[in-house]
């Protein structure tokens, strides 16, 4: 359900055209919409978080270590990666030093 229907559904809100007669519960709404029913996501995110930035690793920026995370968790497993045919790419996309 989108966010404004569940809004008009919603008779708390006092929704009318020319705005919500209780806006702080407008807003509490939609938070409601999107928080999380459970916990899990949240915990396997800090799980990944966590083995990625390291005290060796402290230095990896938030874009990085997002990166990184979308990889551990939405990434195929290591087993079936084809490895080469990323390192053709990589090495199609212009000429290297380190195979000359």
Known sequence: MSEDKFLKKCDICGCRSSGYLFPNL????????VLPLQTADVERGFSVQNQIKTKLR?????????KLMMVCIEGGHHKTFDFDAVIEHWKAVKPRKIFH
């Open 26 to 33: 407008n807003t509490l709404a939609k938070i409601a919409v």
């Open 58 to 66: 402290n230095q990896l920026t938030p874009t990085m270590v997002n």
